[in-house]
C-alpha cells in the first residue's frame, strides 16, 4: 500500500495524458497543466515512500561495546526457541557448546545479534525433518569463531561460520 497508494494517480494522470491528445490545442494545454502538477506532487510522495524505505533499510551506526559471544549466542537462541519448537515442525534439539576462554570482543551486540538470528534460523530452516543444531564458540586469532552444525535426517550441514573479532579501532 505504501507504493500502490501514490502509484494510482500518477497512472490516472498519465491514462489522462493520453485521452487528452486528442482534444483541440487549448484544451489540451490546461489538461497537461493540470497533469504535471499532479505528477510533480505524485513524485514528492513517491520520494518521501522511498526515503522512509531506505531510513527502515539501513542498518543504524555501530555502538560500539564490549560484548561476549558466548551472550549473544545465549540470547539468540532464547529469542529463536518459540520458532524451533512450534508444534507443526519436527524437533530440532538445539546443544551449545560455549567456550569461556572465547571472552570479550569490542563490537555492536545488536548487530552482531542479528547476523547470530539470521545464521541460526537458516540453520533450522535447512532442517524441514528435524535434528540437531550445534552452536560451539572457540577463540580463534584475536577473535571468536563461531560454528553451526546442523544436523538432521535428511540433512547434513557443516561449515557455517561466523569469525567475530573486535572491530572498533581505537
Not at 46 to 66: C, I, K, S, T
Amino acid at each position: 500500500h505504501e507504493l500502490k497508494n501514490p502509484l494510482f494517480p500518477l497512472r490516472i494522470t498519465l491514462d489522462n495524458l493520453r485521452r487528452a491528445r486528442a482534444l483541440p490545442a487549448d484544451e489540451f494545454a490546461e489538461v497537461l497543466d493540470e497533469s504535471l502538477a499532479t505528477l510533480e506532487t505524485g513524485f514528492k510522495n513517491l520520494n518521501v515512500v522511498v526515503g522512509r524505505f531506505g531510513d527502515f533499510a539501513r542498518m543504524p551506526a555501530p555502538v560500539f561495546e564490549d560484548v561476549s559471544p558466548n551472550t549473544i549466542v545465549e540470547q539468540t537462541v532464547s529469542l529463536v526457541r518459540a520458532h524451533i519448537e512450534t508444534a507443526d515442525r519436527p524437533p530440532i534439539r538445539i546443544a551449545l557448546d560455549l567456550d569461556p576462554a572465547c571472552g570479550m570482543l569490542r563490537a555492536d551486540s545488536e548487530q552482531l545479534g542479528r547476523v547470530m538470528q539470521n545464521l541460526v534460523l537458516n540453520a533450522v530452516d535447512a532442517m524441514p525433518n528435524g535434528g540437531e543444531l550445534t552452536i560451539r564458540t572457540v577463540p580463534a586469532g584475536g577473535g571468536v569463531r563461531v560454528r553451526h552444525v546442523a544436523e538432521g535426517k535428511a540433512f547434513d550441514f557443516k561449515g557455517n561460520e561466523l569469525w567475530m573479532r573486535d572491530i572498533q579501532k581505537d
